[in-house]
């Protein structure tokens, strides 16, 4: 419900549930400023973005908002007040995870009318929306080696690989120092990911010689299979920096010819696996960016795609949005039990879970972090939930999935990656600027004003959606035929500036030692 009361301008804000008791202010309000139904703000200005009362709140009482308890009152709160950190708080309250009882058939788009785009076959049957080669480091110490062999292959010299998008180093901080525990399984599962996405033509594994992580036991646990588009070397057992800098550039060049020879042709959107993402996220994000992207997931889901929602930190307070569709109680209890695993893992490290959002996210009017989550969830459309993963577990279902990661931008993608996603949609409020190759990286901003400062990074205004200008659906259908387009070859904004070359960022969990 949207009101119009401040001298028919921009709409000052927007109730989003007939249950809530507060409003969300669309534009800045100021004291005096009427908000409808009699409320008129009082005491302070309210930013865009922020939280105005509708109706008195007592002490203790639930706030609501999307329908659903975003936390409790500190102090009594009038109509008209600012509602944010100085008198909302969290607190504890029992969500009815009630698995299953919002599960319903899908409806599939019939095979042969389902929409296509041209993408990369690969021998494995996998389909590709990049062409990239690979150097993939063990271990911090084989980063900068890693490094000087990708830099070796300039502009000038890719541009005699016109069907090759780059070769890529893939560098990360860790693979020594640890044990061979939860950490070093998810390192491995991190890395055999990245080797097998469908939007690399080659990989060429890099180790030091002595690190924790071998190359012998990432082949043999992972069960990779060495190749012409998939060798190996280790500086120790190669001479040094200088030897393996030469060997592995010549290891690459045996590889560009045939990365060089594939050629994009049509096939169905239900080979796309898209990874879903938000950052730097602000009160419009739950309201424009992120329902608009879960209205693509539902398209994307109707013709057989795939899409990864994911960041369990993120989804807290709302994951009982998320297993009343799940298809089983098997698939509900998995969720609920990674929520159980972080609120111990919190726990032991003198944490919590909900300690969220970030000095960003509350600038922009999000207060508690079950307020981000509920908006947050949102990226994952209205279809069922099919499967939970492991972080960086292969990804085989078709239909929305979840995988456990981090909230952390860059970790939370590179598991997504590590999956199989081929694809990533990135939704912002505040203006995160990041790309992660080897996937096209499509960003989505909430608001108008944000696209506009930063335009060369963002590919979508979602913000047409509170301007008045569009419906959730019609950028929903938008950001569905860019996903298309983009899968296709289109560049985005974050490709074009040259980003993700320092995304890769596996999820490091465990003691250094």
């Not at 640890?178 to 990245?194: D, H, K, N, P, T």
């Not at 890099?206 to 190749?227: A, H, P, R, Y």
């Not at 994952?380 to 099919?386: A, P, R, V, Y």
């Not at 999956?419 to 790309?435: D, E, H, K, P, Q």
Request: proline residues 4%; charged residues 20%.
């Amino acid at each position: 419900m949207i009101k119009n009361n401040i001298a028919d301008k921009k709409p000052a804000t927007v109730t989003l549930n007939q249950e809530d008791n507060v409003s969300v202010a669309l534009i800045d309000l100021m004291p005096g400023d009427a908000i409808g139904n009699g409320v008129v703000v009082r005491g302070v200005s309210v930013p865009a973005g922020h939280k105005v009362a509708l109706n008195k709140i007592n002490t203790e009482e639930p706030v609501r908002k999307y329908g659903q308890i975003i936390g409790f009152a500190s102090t009594t709160i009038e109509p008209g007040n600012h509602v944010h950190t100085h008198n909302l708080k969290m607190g504890d309250f029992f969500r009815d995870h009630a698995i299953g009882v919002d599960a319903r058939p899908i409806r599939m788009v019939p095979k042969e009318d389902r929409a296509s785009f041209q993408g990369i076959v690969r021998n494995d049957g996998g389909v590709g929306t990049r062409n990239y080669i690979g150097v993939l480091s063990t271990v911090n110490c084989s980063a900068s080696v890693a490094r000087f062999i990708a830099d070796s292959f300039t502009r000038e010299i890719m541009a005699g690989f016109p069907n090759v998008d780059g070769v890529l180093s893939l560098t990360h901080g860790t693979g020594c120092g640890m044990s061979e525990g939860e950490g070093f399984s998810l390192l491995q599962r991190a890395l055999a990911g990245y080797a097998r996405n469908p939007n690399f033509a080659g990989i060429l594994l890099l180790g030091l010689g002595c690190e924790v992580n071998q190359t012998s036991s990432l082949i043999e646990n992972m069960d990779l299979k060495e190749g012409s588009m998939f060798q190996v070397l280790n500086i120790q057992g190669s001479g040094g920096t200088g030897k393996t800098v030469r060997r592995g550039i010549a290891a690459i060049d045996n590889m560009l010819a045939k990365a060089d020879s594939v050629r994009r042709v049509p096939v169905k959107a239900n080979h796309i696996t898209l990874g879903l993402e938000c950052g730097g996220s602000d009160a419009f994000s739950g309201i424009s960016a992120n329902p608009a992207l879960g209205a693509a997931v539902d398209l994307l889901i109707s013709q057989g795609g795939t899409a990864i929602l994911s960041e369990t930190p993120e989804i807290y307070g709302a994951e009982h949005l998320l297993t009343r569709k799940a298809v089983s109680r098997e698939v509900g209890q998995k969720l609920i039990d990674r929520i159980r695993w972080w609120e111990s893992y919190t726990s032991r490290l003198s944490g919590e879970i909900n300690n969220n959002p970030t000095p960003g996210n509350k600038a922009g009017g999000l207060t508690t972090i079950l307020e981000k989550s509920l908006g947050a969830s949102a990226k994952g459309g209205t279809t069922n939930l099919i499967e939970v993963y492991k972080y960086a577990e292969k990804v085989s279902a078709k239909g929305l999935v979840f995988m456990d990661t981090p909230g952390y931008d860059a970790a939370s993608v590179t598991g997504m990656v590590a999956g199989g996603a081929n694809m990533l949609c990135f939704t912002t409020g505040r203006g995160s600027v990041c790309g992660y190759k080897p996937v096209p990286t499509i960003k989505l901003a909430s608001n108008t004003e944000m696209y506009r400062s930063l335009i060369d990074d963002m590919d979508v205004n979602c913000g047409s959606i509170t301007d008045g200008k569009a419906t959730i659906e019609e950028m929903g259908e938008e950001i569905f035929h860019l996903i298309l387009e983009t899968a296709s070859g289109k560049k985005t904004r974050s490709e074009l500036l040259g980003f993700g070359d320092n995304e890769f960022v596996p999820w490091q969990i465990g003691p250094v030692m």
